[in-house]
C-alpha cells in the first residue's frame, strides 16, 4: 500500500511559480511510476505528467510542456511538479498518483493506470 500527500500549493499571480510535492509512505518508492493530474471545477481530471521509477523517462501534456517540470527523488520518497510561467487556466485541483510497474521505464498519462491517488492540493493562479 502506498500512501500518497501532496502539498506546495497555494494563491500565486499570472507569471508566478509554485513547486508542489508528492510524499510517499513505503520503502519501494523507485519501483512506482508517478503522475500528477488536475482537476478545475466543473470539469474532467486531466492529465499533467508522468515520471519513470528511475526518473529517467518523463511526458507532459501539451497544455504544460516548457513551463512545468516532473521531477523525484527516491532518496526522500517524494515527487516534485515545478511550475513556472503560471497562467489562470492552470487554477485546479493538482493530484498525485502512482502505480507499480515490471518495466522500469513505464509512464502513463491515463488515469485508469494509477492505482494510488493523494488528497489533492489546490493551486489559484489570479490574472
Known amino acids: 500500500q502506498v500512501q500518497l500527500v501532496e502539498s506546495g500549493g497555494g494563491l500565486v499571480q499570472a507569471g508566478g511559480s509554485l513547486r508542489l510535492s508528492c510524499a510517499t509512505s513505503g520503502r519501494t518508492f523507485s519501483t512506482y511510476s508517478m503522475g500528477w493530474f488536475r482537476q478545475a471545477p466543473g470539469k474532467e481530471r486531466e492529465f499533467v505528467a508522468t515520471?519513470?521509477?528511475?526518473?529517467?523517462?518523463?511526458y507532459y501534456s501539451d497544455s504544460v510542456k516548457g513551463r512545468f517540470t516532473i521531477s523525484r527523488d527516491n532518496a526522500k520518497n517524494t515527487g516534485y511538479l515545478q511550475m513556472n510561467s503560471l497562467k489562470p487556466e492552470d487554477t485546479a485541483v493538482y493530484y498525485c498518483a502512482a502505480y507499480r510497474s515490471l518495466l522500469t521505464e513505464s509512464t502513463s498519462s491515463s488515469s485508469n493506470n494509477y492505482l494510488y491517488w493523494g488528497q489533492g492540493t489546490q493551486v489559484t493562479v489570479s490574472a
Open positions: 515520471i519513470s521509477g528511475t526518473g529517467g523517462r518523463t
